[in-house]
């Protein structure tokens, strides 16, 4: 996609998506004190995609035909929802969510050499390599040497966090590779689709029918997740990638932390090791360096 100017409407859209996902940490974190891993899930996706199903009959999109597009949404919705939000809220039970949203972070580092495996003209040139050193220097940092030395219940969720990452990265090749000719909100919607499919029979499966939350935040959290942090949010992401490209919407990803880091302090009160913010210093300068901005202002 070709990279345009940021203008301040664009800011305001980056600003405006990066509080939405901010937040659903919290979110995630407060709704799971009553519900479990998969059901969470589940309402999150179904809510979700009935929404983006009602902006596509507002709108009048086309529906998609061939059949091959349904089972790509299913793919999709397996990559991008059902793997990395199940591993995303099941690490969010023992590490913090300012930290998970440190190694969210990460996406975008790991869809680099992702991509360079898939595709051609992907390549891993000399930038992309520094880039993606110094943004996995930060991550080990975050996750510390004392997960290494000692191998406990923080350390596995730690790294189902960064496994969430890598399947976003897949999620993003199999997006380009087959979903690429539709329109970002069809495509989304499908996907959602394909993921609630999944995710409601296997909520019911492992965690049995729902009960009905007894605290009110709890079902605030899950109309927060599905609606704004969710259907919401991919709408404004897309803009987003219209207005000013892939690169530019990637800054979304370091404006993310700081504001998941700000509302795990003042409501959860978690407090983070210095070794996460220098960690998540040096990802975001991985990030930039991929990004090529930092290097542009340096030769100028």
Wanted: positive net charge; proline residues 5%; charged residues 10%.
């Amino acid at each position: 996609m070709t990279q345009t100017q940021i203008t301040p409407r664009t800011w305001l859209d980056l600003g405006l998506l990066s509080l939405l996902w901010g937040a659903s940490f919290l979110s995630v974190r407060v709704a799971l004190d009553e519900l479990g891993v998969f059901t969470l899930v589940a309402h999150r996706v179904l809510w979700a995609a009935l929404i983006l199903w009602l902006y596509v009959g507002l709108t009048r999109l086309p529906l998609p035909r061939a059949p091959g597009v349904w089972g790509a949404f299913l793919i999709m919705g397996l990559l991008n929802n059902i793997i990395p939000f199940s591993l995303l809220t099941w690490g969010q039970q023992h590490i913090e969510t300012g930290l998970t949203s440190i190694f969210n972070a990460s996406t975008a580092v790991f869809a680099v050499p992702v991509a360079a495996l898939v595709f051609a003209d992907e390549r891993m040139t000399p930038r992309r390599v520094a880039g993606v050193l110094v943004a996995f220097t930060g991550v080990a940092i975050a996750i510390g040497l004392e997960a290494l030395e000692s191998f406990d219940i923080r350390s596995l969720a730690q790294l189902a966090v960064l496994g969430a990452t890598l399947s976003y990265a897949f999620a993003a090749a199999w997006a380009r590779a087959n979903l690429s000719t539709l329109r970002p909100e069809m495509a989304a919607a499908g996907m959602l689709t394909g993921s609630a499919l999944v995710m409601v029979p296997l909520a019911l499966w492992l965690e049995g029918a729902p009960t009905l939350p007894d605290l009110p935040r709890t079902y605030g959290a899950v109309a927060y997740m599905a609606g704004p942090a969710t259907a919401i949010a991919y709408l404004l992401y897309y803009r987003i990638l219209r207005a000013a490209g892939s690169a530019n919407a990637m800054l979304v990803t370091l404006m993310i932390p700081p504001v998941a880091i700000t509302l795990g302090a003042v409501v959860l009160h978690e407090r983070l090791a210095p070794t996460a913010f220098a960690g998540f210093g040096l990802l975001a300068l991985g990030l930039l360096i991929l990004d090529g901005r930092i290097l542009r202002i340096a030769r100028r």
